[in-house]
């Protein structure tokens, strides 16, 4: 397939520009399973689509405040967005400014911080952080909430809670796992209460994945990579959620992305490191039977995943029905539930 059969007009009204004043406030589109029949309904409706054998997998991935902003010695601004964490004062990252800074260059940053800039790793800039405070502790300080690029505001104070997810727990992603967002303390102890298996997974959510495909031809696209990780008690979990007869259900991309690429193999296996999977359709699942989603841009890795898992024709009329209806899309949006397309 071609990009350009992932595109659809989208209006500006619909993007997302602030969450909702309740997480579980949202909308959920709900597909039947091998057929086009589309239910409008609400977030919390997702309970009673969810059955007691069935697994959910949660990418419990955090949220880090990944967007710096300082200048230059020579005084041109800058704004920085961490891609990756190295160790403790070592990141790669990208960088805004009028002009590229050169290796060896220190740039300084708010509240009096320094970071220099060791040289470049492909199109990413090696930085090291001065002083005697670790990186988490600048970053706390003056880090930013990294907001995709389509909300048209600075950050805010409520997006430190909101643009991220009530189950977080590992550093390292510089983009919300944003179907999880739906999520509060109340829907979560619905569904143990309901007896609802729960697992988690870790994908640290790079900015890559807002990266637009710049080749028409798929096969051409070279993947953007992320950190993952598949804890052996996952594997147990779903295991056990197969014997009898429950679906796993990813809670996102991030959690089908990363069930997937340790299913390469062909039988799930734990497993962590980098991941490049690319879904498009054609693709054989392997793990996931169902998969909580929001709406993604047009074009995108996320919208060609999605249209594997489900089908392209449906999800086609999945997304018209959403624009009709007048949903709201992309991380702070509604969400859509989706099982996979019988072979």
């Known amino acids: 397939m071609k990009k350009s059969d992932f595109y659809y007009e989208l209006p500006d009204e619909l993007i997302a520009q602030q969450p909702l004043p309740e997480r579980s406030a949202s909308r959920l589109l709900y597909l ?70 050169k290796a060896g260059a220190l740039i300084e940053l708010d509240a009096g911080f320094q970071c220099q800039v060791l040289g470049r790793v492909d199109d990413l800039f090696h930085l090291q952080f001065k002083g005697e405070q670790l990186l988490a502790d600048i970053l706390d300080r003056i880090g930013h909430m990294p907001l995709p690029p389509y909300i048209e505001r600075a950050d805010n104070i409520s997006d430190q809670t909101r643009y991220q997810t009530v189950f977080a727990q590992q550093s ?110 054609g693709y054989q699942f392997k793990t996931v039977d169902a998969m909580l989603t929001n709406f993604h841009l047009p074009e995108s890795t996320l919208l060609m995943l999605v249209s594997a898992f489900a089908g392209y024709e449906r999800i086609k009329k999945v997304y018209q029905h959403a624009i ?20």
């Open 32 to 101: 039947h399973k091998d057929s086009d029949a589309i239910e409008d309904k609400q977030f919390i409706d997702l309970l009673a689509l969810l059955n007691k054998d069935d697994l959910l997998v949660l990418n419990n991935t955090k949220v880090i405040p990944a967007r710096l902003f300082g200048h230059k010695q020579s005084g041109g601004k800058v704004e920085i967005l961490l891609e990756r964490v190295l160790n403790e004062r070592e990141v790669l990252a990208h960088m805004r400014s009028s002009k590229s800074p």
């Open 172 to 281: 390292g992603a510089v983009a919300a796992p944003t179907a999880g967002l739906h999520f509060d303390a109340a829907m979560m102890a619905k569904i143990q209460a309901k007896g609802i298996a729960i697992a988690f997974v870790t994908l640290h959510v790079a900015s890559g994945t807002f990266r637009p495909v710049k080749v028409e031809n798929l096969a051409d696209h070279v993947m953007h990579k992320e950190y993952f990780e598949v804890p052996e008690q996952t594997v147990v979990a779903v295991e056990k959620a197969k014997k009898r007869g429950g679906r796993v259900i990813a809670i996102g991309t991030t959690a089908m992305r990363s069930l997937e690429s340790a299913s390469r193999s062909g039988q799930l296996a734990s497993a962590c490191g980098d991941t490049d999977l690319f879904i498009t359709p």
């Open 324 to 343: 009709a209806a007048k949903y709201r899309f992309f991380s702070y949006g509604d969400a859509m539930f989706i099982q996979r397309a019988s072979l």
